[in-house]
């Protein structure tokens, strides 16, 4: 019987690891929603007025890689009206998965540099997330 409790010992040892590195990059058996995930930033003046940025970049500040979402025409007209420009979306859940980066939004109009704002993200196996940052920007004198 001590021979018995003492296999049964050493095998859920065995079985009993904090090694979840196969665990942590294997999506397959996980089931995601069809929803696609944008983060996105509103970008204000002082009095709550929606600030039109006449271009945005988004940085990866890891390896220095432009990650910015390219808009298309009637999308940006609508982001300028509303002061709303996306961050990080669910198209970077595979490059990302299971990852936080930092990442940098830099807003501007009539070249000047208006918005310079650091932000940490992340994506699981289906979704993108936001860890860090204020995503409501109010600018002093746009």
Known sequence: MKLFVALITVLLTLNCSDNDTDD??????????????????????????????????????????????????????WMTKNG???????????KYRNKEIEINLQGYVDDKLLVDSDFTVGADCCHVALIEGDTDIELANP
């Not at 600030?51 to 940085?59: C, E, G, I, T």
């Not at 709303?84 to 595979?94: E, G, H, R, W």
């Open 84 to 94: 709303t420009y996306p961050l990080f979306s669910d198209k970077y859940v595979a």
């Open 24 to 77: 942590a990059s294997n999506c397959s058996d996980v089931f995601c929603t069809e929803e696609f995930r944008t983060i996105t930033v509103s970008v204000k003046d002082k009095d709550g007025v929606a600030v039109a940025l006449d271009s945005f970049k988004v940085v990866d500040l890891t390896n220095g890689e432009n990650i910015t979402l390219d808009p298309s025409g009637s999308e940006y007209e």
